[in-house]
């Protein structure tokens, strides 16, 4: 059994991690997107916010679980019994941080592959931060997230104004 985890924030879930989720889960048995329950990035939503979004927009691939973690990925890739880390990389100025994130992640569990897949051409200048920009300008985000997902980043932005 390959059981692999797509970690991050997803503060909010983009086409572009939908796009990642999807080609990865062709490429084992079981996926498990990670949601960090990050308690010092001040999130728009909630960690089961944000595990709620995901699991209803990944509900069609069957191979694919969601769940958050605290602390350390290696210690829940090995909770999980996980093999392998996906990354996507969207462009060069990822490289950096992600080279580092999988080299200190394999010096702490040697048995962990990190797999980067490269982001499809049409995303590979989205982030949840270009998302949630243009929408605290009130721009269109329709290209960047699900429609479903538009009325809640709004009302979470207009919630903070307030
Ligand atoms: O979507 P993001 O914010 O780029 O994801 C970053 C993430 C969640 C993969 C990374 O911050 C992470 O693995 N955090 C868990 C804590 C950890 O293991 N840190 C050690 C590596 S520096």
Do not use: W
């Amino acid at each position: 059994m390959k059981r692999a985890i797509y970690p991050g924030s997803f503060d909010p879930i983009t086409f572009g991690h939908l796009d990642i989720i999807k080609r990865a889960s062709k490429l084992c048995d079981e996926l498990i997107v990670g949601v960090l329950n990050n308690s010092q990035k001040n999130p728009l939503f909630s960690t089961p916010e944000r595990v709620s979004i995901i699991k209803e927009l990944t509900e069609n691939l069957d191979n694919v679980k969601v769940e958050c973690f605290d602390g350390l990925l290696v210690d829940f890739a090995k909770k999980k019994d996980a093999q392998v880390i996906i990354r996507g990389l969207r462009a060069v100025t990822d490289f950096e941080n992600e080279i580092q994130l999988a080299q200190s992640n394999k010096v702490q569990y040697p048995e962990l592959e990190t797999l980067f897949m490269t982001t499809s051409l049409q995303y590979s200048y989205l982030s949840s931060t270009v998302a949630k920009e243009f929408a605290s300008y009130g721009g269109d985000i329709s290209p960047f997230v699900p429609a479903e997902i538009i009325p809640l980043i709004e009302a979470k932005l207009k919630n903070k104004e307030n």
